[in-house]
Nanobody
């Protein structure tokens, strides 16, 4: 098991910014590919961004240029900096850790973009 704990969510106005954090414990953090997903009620959970242990990142088209994923292996933490937020970014955001066939999830954190 790799316990993952997200923080940093909340309510923000359109055009605003938020930074999500996810702290992992257990196995050496640096070996995992880390990702952020999001889900709205009634829809599937979608990948937002991911970052490999070699710091190669990828983004969903809908967030490119607005969101930035990063990791600090010394702090066992992955971040998602979200800027220029839109109402359609409203969702529960989940942290994910993957190593080979193993996949672990955080409990999720609400992000609401509304005026």
């Amino acid at each position: 098991q790799v316990p993952l704990v997200e923080s940093g969510g909340g309510l923000v106005q359109p055009g605003g910014s938020l930074k999500l954090s996810c702290v992992a414990s257990g196995k050496p953090f640096s070996i995992y590919t880390m990702g952020w997903y999001r889900q709205v009620p009634g829809k599937q959970r979608d990948l937002v961004a991911s970052i490999t242990r070699g710091n190669i990142s990828m983004y969903a088209d809908s967030v490119k240029g607005r969101f930035t994923i990063s990791r600090d292996n010394a702090k066992n933490t992955v971040y998602l900096q979200m800027s220029s937020l839109k109402p359609e970014d409203t969702a529960v955001y989940y942290c994910n850790a993957v190593l080979d066939v193993l996949s672990y999830w955080g409990q999720g954190i609400q992000v609401t973009v509304s005026s």
